[in-house]
């Protein structure tokens, strides 16, 4: 039940607050920790990505599965591993889970695809604006829409994800003497509930996924101010320094940021 408070409090988004001033702070004093920072935290966000998009691939493969068992051959179960310890599941659970793979591609890749330059941008009045300009209003969307939207999201989803998780369900305005009482009959009572009968029955991942998300994005914002400031102050000629962007390979830059 610590747990349960501190990671949902304001002291947890106080204590997130203040390691990125302290980051600020020491990167103003010292550039090229900042930008050894900036370079850790866009690879950590790049791996994370590039590991999960594999799920599109997954979701692909296995509904190519499910059509070929379900249309063709008329099974209706789909069973992994040795014969006794085999894990054996309903087409239609097979069915529902790939909506987990969709979700792993949104949750996971989110951070991936902005160092990538790949979200879309409304653009009003940023690209007729100076490079001094546009580092300006990056950092000030950085503070003031991504940090606080993604803690707002973080202390939603992270009691969201423990009512599905554990009995007796907290709530975010349980003080700590009260979650204190609660903890004497805290139990896991983890929800194995599914749309369906036989539908796909871990819901509760998704809430997992919900909460990772809120992570990266705050991470990504930390980021993003970072390297903001830094191109600001270095000038245009450091745009874009050190970014590990994707290519398609020699010969295809015309298709560059199209894919």
Not at 1 to 20: D, H, Q
Not at 211 to 216: A, D, F, H, N, P
């Amino acid at each position: 039940m610590w747990i349960v408070y501190y990671g949902g409090s304001t002291e947890f988004a106080l204590i997130a607050l203040g390691v990125f001033a302290l980051v600020f702070v020491l990167g103003v004093i010292k550039r090229d920790f900042l930008w050894g920072v900036v370079r850790v935290l866009e690879g950590f966000a790049n791996s994370f990505g590039r590991f999960f998009a594999w799920a599109g691939l997954l979701m692909v493969l296995q509904q190519i599965v499910i059509v070929f068992l379900q249309r063709i051959f008329r099974v209706a179960e789909i069973s992994f591993g040795p014969a006794g310890y085999s894990f054996t599941k309903d087409l239609s659970w097979w069915s529902e889970e790939l909506k987990l793979y969709n979700a792993m591609v949104v949750a996971m890749c989110a951070a991936y695809t902005f160092v990538q330059g790949g979200h879309v941008r409304v653009d009003l009045i940023y690209s007729a604006v100076s490079h001094r300009t546009k580092r300006a209003i990056d950092m000030f969307g950085s503070v003031v829409f991504m940090m606080p939207v993604a803690i707002i999201m973080w202390m939603y989803s992270w009691y969201f994800l423990w009512r599905h998780l554990i009995t007796p369900k907290p709530s975010a305005s349980d003080t700590l003497d009260r979650l204190m009482l609660k903890a004497r009959a805290v139990r896991w009572n983890v929800e194995t509930i599914g749309f369906s009968p036989n539908g796909f029955s871990a819901y509760f991942l998704f809430k997992v996924l919900i909460l990772i998300y809120c992570g990266m994005i705050f991470i990504q914002a930390m980021s993003f101010f970072y390297r903001s400031y830094l191109e600001y102050v270095e000038g245009e000629d450091s745009a874009g320094k050190f970014l590990d962007r994707d290519t398609l390979g020699e010969g295809e830059e015309a298709y560059e940021g199209t894919h």
